[in-house]
Every structure is written in C-alpha cells, then in structure tokens.
C-alpha cells in the first residue's frame, strides 16, 4: 500500500499542475503581505476605528499573526479551487491518458489503487495547506514580526496574547487542512465518475460555490438548509480564535466533515471498483 | 496442472443498448499463439477487457491459468503482459520511469539492469531517459510491449500490436511474437483485424464477429484447406460455359457473373483447369486465387467499411 | 440639553450653598497644589480589562506623565486603556474654566472626602459634568465620576495604599463605564457568516472596567519631549 501510496506521489509531484497549488500561494501570499505593508495600517485604522473612539491603544497589531488570519479567511474559497484541481484529475486524468489500461492490468486490487490514490490526494491537499501555513505564517512574522492578534467579530473584538495565538493558527491550519480534504474528497468522487480531468474541477468548485453562496445569504429558507451543507462547517476553524474556545462545536463540525470525506471517499470507492474501464 | 490457459465459456457483455460481446467460448492452450481475429467493433477488445478485468462481464466464466479471474485477480494478473489498444503510458515520465513504476506495480525486479534489458529487447535503450509524450506512435508501441514482458508474464495478451507501425515495425513485431513463442515458451493471444497477421504467427484462431465465434481452429486447418476459390476470367465465356457444362468441372464452378468464372478448386487443378481453357482456344484473361476464408473473413471486413 | 443641566445643579447648589461651609476652589486649588509637585513620572502598569464585547489579555505598559498634560503609553506589547483612564491628573480638567460646586461630604474606602462637581465652562471641553471625591486631608483625588458628551458615564476610583511613593500618585485604578455595544460594519473583520454572534445577549449596553496597578514610580527625574512626539500607532 505505502508503495503504491508513493508511486501515486510520485506521479502527482512529475506533474506540472500540481505546483499551480505552490506556486499560486507563493505568489498570492506575498502580495497580500506586500499589500497590507503598503495598506495595512489604514485598513487596520479603519478596522479598529470603533474601538479608537473609548480608548487608546498600543502595540503591535499590524503583525504576522493578523496576515496569516486574514489571509486564511480570504483563500478559503480559492484554496478549494487548487486542491481540486490536482484531486479531480488522480482518477479522470488517468481515463483521459489512457493510463488506466495500463494501471489496472496490475496484480493490485482495484481497492488499494483508488485508496492509495485518494491517500496521495489527501497528503497533496495537506502539504499544499501547510505550505500556505508555512508561507503566510513564516513570511507574515519576518516582514510584520509577531504580535498580539486582534480578532474582530460583528459584536466582540478579541485581542490574543502574542504566546496565546501559534497554537491557535496550528490548530486552525490542521481544521484548514481537514476541510480542504473534504474538497479533495469531493473532487475524488468526480473523478471516479467520468472520463476528463476538467468535469471533476469544474463539478466541484460549482458545489463549493453554490454552497458558500447560500452559506452566505441571511434569509430564512437558506438558514434551513445551511446545517446540510458541508461548507457551513468549513470556516469553523475560526472557532479557534475564541475565547473560551467552543471546542463542542468545532468537535462537531471535525466530526461532520470526517464524516463526509468519508462518505465522498466510500462512494468513489465503490465506484471505481465497479468501473468499467472503457477509455 | 491444467494446459489450459485461458478458458472463456458463454462470455456476453452488455453495454447499454449493444451486445458487445454474445456468448463467446474459446480456450487457449499453454504453447499456443492463438489469434483472435475480427474486423473493428466484432467485441476483440471488449473481450480482451474481460480478460484482464477491465470490465466485469455480464455474464459467463472466465478462468485463466486454471483459476477464476473474478476470485485471484491478482495471481492470474501478475503472469498477464499486455498490450491494451493504443499504447498510452504516463508522458510527462520518462520510459525508464514508465516501466519501473509499471514493474513496481507488477511485483517484480525493477533493478536498473532489468529495466534497461527490456528496453534494449524492444528498440528503446537510447531515448530511455526521454520523457514518453516526445516518443512516436512506433516508439510508444514497443514501449508498450515492453512494458508487457517486464514482468517476465507466462501469457502476454496483445492487442493489435501492430497498429500504426510501418511494414518494419509490423515485420519486428511478428519476429519478437515467434520469438517468445519458440525461445521464451510463452503463451500469446494476439488480436487482430488482419487475417494475414494472424496467419504468420498463430497456430490456433477464432474468428469474432457481432460478439461470438465464427470460425474457430488451427490456422493450418484452416488456410489450407483444401479448396480455394478461383476466379478465372476469360475472354469468351459463352463457349468457356458450354465447354465446362459438359464435364466435371461444372461441378467445380460456384458462380458465373459475366466472364468471371469462380471455382473451387484443390491447388493443384489450377493449372489443370488453365490448360484445359487454353486448349480449347479460351483465352485465360486472369486467374485470381483466393482462399476461402480469407474471402469470408474480407466479406466481414468490408461490411464493416 | 446641556443649559438645562447646568441650569438644575445650579439651583439645585443655590439651595445648598448657603449651608455649606466649603469653598470647592479652595480644595481643587489645593489638589492642584499637590499634583504640581509632580513635574513627570514614569510608571510601570499592568492592564485587566474585564469588558463583555472586548476581550483583551492582561498587559504590562509603561505611562510616561510630563506636565500639563503630556502622556505617552508605552508597551512593548500590545495594552488598551480608556482614553479618559490614562490621564488621571487634575490638571487637565482644572485648566480649562469651570464652575465647582461643593455638594456634600462623603466617606470613600473609609476615608472622609468632599464631593464637589465640575462643569466645565468651555463649549470645546467634551466633559458635561465631573464629579471629584476629594480627599481634603491629603488633596488627593479618590473617585471620579463623569459624563462626557459623547459616549457614556464612566467612573474612576484612585488607591493610593502602596504606591511606595511620595508623590501624591496612586497604586490602583478602577475605571468603570457604561457603552452602547459596538457594532461592527460586516465584511471589515472578514466573517462572513458568523454564527456565534446571534445566539448571545442582545442588550445594547454594558458596563466595562478596567483596572490598573502602578508600579515603580520614577516621578520628577525628567522626561525629555521628545518620547511624547512619538506618533502613537
């Protein structure tokens, strides 16, 4: 299993897609930093500007910390994108080479193909999370240093100790990670479905849209429905950056999206196996 | 131990609205190169995609090596090489790549000696640090049968092999067949859509059209049969006609369509039979033989085209 | 609004004042008197806020004083204080004009003190109304509780016990107030589908405080200006 986990890898690190992933957030980071260098103190003045008018404040608060925070908020919409692009082509991409004549022919059951296949996709999908945790944390620390982090939510602004927030963004990466495997997951199960690398991104980024969408919009009947979707439960690592932390709910939501990787990957299991390989 | 090597019984694969495959049975012995032969869309690669459990059939049997495919996949594939249609490989990797992961996959020794051994077999030693998209069909072919004896198989399941490569390449290929037939004692099943490919290499064959078995034998049994059609056209057939109507050859003749007189004949009463024409003042325009099932086997191919 | 609070504390001494023995200038003079001998200090503070829609860890920060009325907050971290909180000198608020009015007399922390009420007179002064609880035996200034014209009431009690200085400085302050919640423009802060915050209270005002602890009072060893010309993030 580890060997075929390696050589599926193996094959994802010789493509050129997968280092879109990389090298997008090794350009997309670094610009947000650069920008809130050149901004940040205005959009933090503007951010803070309720709090200015009662008191007055100092510190660092233009830090690492508050980039790698809202840099975690603004990707998680276009992370999904490139998890999906390089999970949604492990099974179709083969269908569309031809490979999987050659794939399949092999004294390996069908089983440890897709699981090792999923597996690989999984590590991708963490490896591309830490790299942004790495870059927007590591990078966001040399240029901004660390500091206390200011966290403002419709009715409470939260300020963290500098040593009270690391394990926070650990924890919140690892959720991070959590959620976007349910993407690649998801971009999995369409990949066993059709033949072309391109159905499975494109299937799976308008599920994800769709769902942020209706996450998004306040009206009641969309409320109702919001506990079904799996997005609803994505942005909950921001549970992490609570006080006191409602590790019930983030409980729930680790366990719903567990739940639905599983399911994602269960399904396409049980597809593949049943696959007839006709391209 | 059983000689069978592959044994098909009342094998049928339905796709949606086409049977593609109808009941077929056939056995291939250990020793044989056994062709499976069929014009485009007779079911050779829905079968063969049975065969290696690509597809699962809707029904019938298939055991290989004695054993049900469906239960020891894995056993009987890893003494399967084969060739699948075209030969797609990973292309942003390069041969060497290619066939060490395949070898990987497959279970056996992808030391690098090995590897460069199988490459030399098939043409590819030089360009083998070359990622495979840079490789031209012929080159992807041989790679693709590469790729099928890296594992030093007991079967090796070929799939049109020699699609697309130039008489050359079609010529080396019948060369390696018979060379791991005679020298390796392995057992091929070679499919094809050209009789006369099948005819230099296999000594068993099947003849497939609309899913099932046509025509089924050794190929000596049945290319050299006996009689073979003969087309003699000649210049004057009112009396070629009356002369034959008044003999024994009249029982040789099939069919007359204007001057085109076709008989069937044992090989050596061709000439008899011209001799006899050219006495009797006929002039002999033309004497096309042709063997009856390579007759049949084009009447299949043609309808396709 | 304003004239007719003014106008009912007045009458509302004119009643009294007849009775009252006490000059108020009198005791802000002599608070004046006694804070002046601060020239500068420095002093180190820790922070607590204890306020429900703000959560801030507690801070260590430095205050540095220069008279009238420079302050600089220094932290090498990150601290918040009431903007009101920071400057607990009298000097400021007795500055400008005003009228004081001694009220009555009041014991806090058991110890005896006049209560008088500021009004400044200035229209620019953003104070409605002060009241100090002042100490008259040692002019210190004990509580003190003001209206400001925009935001809300807000209260401040001094302690002086164990400030380990001679200056008239205090060891603690309590900084009491009361605001309208903070409601935050959606989309600054990046949630955008905050769940949490529906579920909680929804009252429109709290009571916050703050308190601070000094310590290490460097007084009158002279500060330079230029710390104060620092601009303040």
Redesign the interface.
Known sequence: MI??IN?EL??IF???RTYIGFIAIAVLVPIIQVAMLIEGEQSLDFMTRNLQQSFIFVGNLLNGYLISYLILNALTIHIPFLVALVAGDLLAGEAT?????????????RFKLVTSKFFAGIIYTNLLVLWLAILSLGLGIIIFSVGELIVIKTSTVIIFARGDVFWRFILAYGFAALSMSVVASLAFLFSALVENAIGPIVSTMAVIIVFVIISAIEINIFEAIQPYLFTSYMASWRLFFDDPIDFAEIAKSCLILAGHVLFFFGLAAYIFK?K???T | MTDKIIEVSNLSKQFKEVKAVNNLSLNVFRGDVFGFLGPNGAGKSTTI?ML?????PTEGDIKIFGKPLKAK??????K?G?I???P??????SAF?NLE??G????TNTSKNKIMETLELVGLEKRFKSKVKTYSHGMKQRLGIA?ALLHDPDLIILDEPTTGLDPQGMKEIRELILYLSKEKNKTIFLSSHILYEVELVANRMIILNKGTTQVEGYVEDLLNANELKVTFRVGDKEKALKLINENYWIKKLESQIEDRFVFNLAPEEISVLNKYFVQNDIPVNAVVPMRSLEEYFLKLTDKEA | MKVLLILLIISFSLTSSFSQKKDPDKILEDVKKTFNEVKDYVVDIDIKVDVDFLKVPDSKAKIYYKQPNKVHLESESFALLPKEGLDFSPLGLLEEKYTAIYEKEDTVDGNKTAVIKVIPLEDESNVVLTTLWIDEAKHIIRRVESTPKIGGTFSIELKYDKSGTKYPLPASMLFTFKVDKMELPKGISGEYNEKESKSKDKKRSTTGKVSVTYSNYKVNNGIPDSVFEEKKK
């Open positions: 060997k075929i050589i193996y094959k010789k493509k050129w080479a031809g490979t999987y004549r050659l794939l399949i022919t092999r004294p390996v059951s049943r007839d390989i006709l | 995609r290696l459990s690509l597809i699962s996949r894995n056993d009987i594939l890893r399967i084969a699948v249609e075209k797609d490989f990973y292309g942003y990797l790549k992961i395949l990987k996959l497959s279970g790729q």
